[in-house]
């Protein structure tokens, strides 16, 4: 059974945007902390943004603050992750993931309950 289901990725330019969605049921969105995670060739996985299960609450990395945005849709249990202004350094595999609010942060991905399958997205110079 399939928890979480990425979609949106793909190859965009540098400066470029893309959006990318993960579905999910309204147990684990409503009741969980919701991230995006991505991980790079020969890197480790890296935590991109939070949100909280009532959505009031985010966090970013600094590497991606001001570019992307993590907001998500209560009625379609859907998490989103904007991303403006992209960089080749942005190219890897992202990942949605959800945790209990306790456990919700960008430096711990072993204590995330729940794992998409990933999708790519690379950025050309």
């Known amino acids: 059974l399939v928890e979480l289901v990425e979609s949106g990725g793909g190859s965009a330019q540098a400066g470029g945007s893309l959006r990318l969605s993960c579905a999910t049921s309204?147990?684990?969105?409503?009741?969980?902390?919701m991230a995006w995670f991505r991980q790079a060739p020969g890197k480790e996985r890296e935590g991109v943004a939070t949100v909280s299960s009532d959505g009031t609450r985010t966090a970013y990395a600094d590497s991606v603050q001001g570019r992307f945005t993590i907001s998500g849709s209560y009625g379609e249990n859907t998490l989103y992750l904007r991303m403006n202004s992209l960089k080749p350094e942005d190219t890897a595999m992202y990942y949605c993931a959800a945790a209990s609010e306790t456990n919700c942060a960008l430096d711990r991905p072993y204590m995330y309950d729940y794992w998409g399958q990933g999708t790519q997205v690379t950025v050309s110079s």
């Open positions: 309204e147990y684990i969105y409503t009741s969980h902390c």
